[in-house]
């Protein structure tokens, strides 16, 4: 049976949508005011999600990932607040799923359990002033001293980055412009030198916050390295794989609620005495919106069903990155036409269509931009593409 038909994952994702309904309360004052809920990332930990994709000896689930699309589509449908959603499954695809794949079991075990209980939150540093879409050109290096790493640099635009207390860490460990020149750290943000800078403010995602983490002289010990020294591109692109073909799993619920919403008011709301879902111009953006939503959905439980619990993407990076493009792309123009569907009410401050629009933006530029798959996308088909 395709996964899509699984009457199990429809049970996951109906049981994730009811409890995640209970988590709304105040989310359009908190995306106004850019706040994160440390209270509901608790309550999430709680029922279990961030253990999903761990494995049983550390006391995670291992579920298929297709199970944790499931529960993140109902996740995504039942809560509203976009910015928290995409920072918890960031959590598991980005950070969880890297530290279980390169982590040595020393590492496992020192720091996943407290992610999957949530008593602890790491982020992501790779992004520097200097560097986005080229990895080569950061600044932050580490130079070996003994048995540790001195590391020094800062990461700015990283996810969670003000209240994070475990990050992984990308650094240069040689001068050099070469696949072996990065290497992939795990830090705490409680060594001597770490700390959290200057935090940014965003027109989307504002529920979870984006800022700084500083390395002065930081010292990291070898054991703590991600994979191998000068293995930090492979760690960067495994995990960047994963986000682009499961992360983006973020828009299905967004997308399904959209759905409903607009269905309704087009049939509810009237002009000219009739419902405006009887003129076409409606009608078939409410069509576009359904195959909209039902393909994204199709490719991306077709990249989770080719997945299991830490296996390499890498035969699959040509479909990830097409996966990311094509759900992109579609889940902005989705919001678009919801937006648009609902008039002067979808662009107030209290709807959450205006949200959802917000939120659907950042999708074309964290974890690869659009422009940058494409190339990737060419280049796996053989052009020379730079
Ligand atoms: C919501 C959100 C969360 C994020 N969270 C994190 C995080 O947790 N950790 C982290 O490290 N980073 C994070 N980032 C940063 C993100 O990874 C970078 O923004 C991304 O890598 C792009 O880098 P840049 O913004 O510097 O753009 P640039 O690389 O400067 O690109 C600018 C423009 O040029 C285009 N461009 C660049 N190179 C090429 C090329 N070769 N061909 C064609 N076009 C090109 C890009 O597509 C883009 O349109 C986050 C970003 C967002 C939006």
Known sequence: MQPWHDPDLEEIRENYLQFAEKLNGDTPKRDLEGEFSPERWKRVADSGFLRLLMPNSLGGNEVPVTHLVAAMEGLGE??????????????????????????????????????MSGKSMAAYGFTENTSGSDAYSMETNAIADGDDFILNGTKQYIT??????????????????????????????????ASHGQEFDKMGLRTVRMGELIFDNVRVPKSNILGVKGGGLRVLTESTLWERAILTATALG???RGLKSCIERAKSRTQFDKPIGSFQQISSKIANMIQRYKLSRLVIYDMASRLGNGTSLQPHAQDAAIAKIFVTDNFIKFELDAMQIFGVRGYLLESFHQQDLRDSLSFSIWAGTSETLRNTVAKLAGLPVE
């Open 160 to 193: 969670n980055a003000p209240y994070a207390n475990l990050a992984i860490v990308f650094a240069k460990t040689t001068k050099t412009r070469s696949p072996f020149s990065l290497t992939a750290f795990l830090v705490d943000m409680d060594w001597d030198g």
């Open 254 to 256: 967004p997308m399904a």
């Open 78 to 115: 039942g809560c509203r607040d976009g910015g928290f959603n995409y920072a918890l499954c960031n959590q598991i695809c980005g950070i969880q799923n890297t530290i279980n794949m390169f982590g040595s079991d020393q590492l496992k075990a020192e720091y996943l359990p407290d992610l």
